[in-house]
């Protein structure tokens, strides 16, 4: 019967360890990617800010639902005037 005298904190040790050399290799790997290929990657960066735009505009407002707090749910809000629905700013 075989035993595993090593303790928990043994474990963590070489938990931690194991994370520093995983991020370190990953690191090591990053470098060399942009390294290498930083003539590939450049030209395409004004394209890649631009993309940014529509697709933070997206995900940080919640798709289109910004300007609506808590306070201004659908019920508590007086009826419009237009008789349709417009959608505001």
Request: aromatic share 12%.
């Amino acid at each position: 019967m075989q035993h595993d005298h090593r303790g928990p904190d043994m474990n963590d040790r070489y938990r931690k360890v194991s994370r520093y050399v995983f991020f370190g290799f990953v690191a090591v790997a990053a470098y060399f990617l942009i390294a290498e290929h930083r003539a590939h990657i450049v030209p395409f960066l004004p394209f890649v800010l631009l993309a940014a735009c529509p697709l933070m505009h997206l995900f940080h407002h919640g798709g289109h639902k910004h300007g609506d707090d808590e306070q201004s749910s659908p019920d508590s809000r007086p009826p419009s005037n237009s008789g349709g629905s417009a959608h505001r700013h």
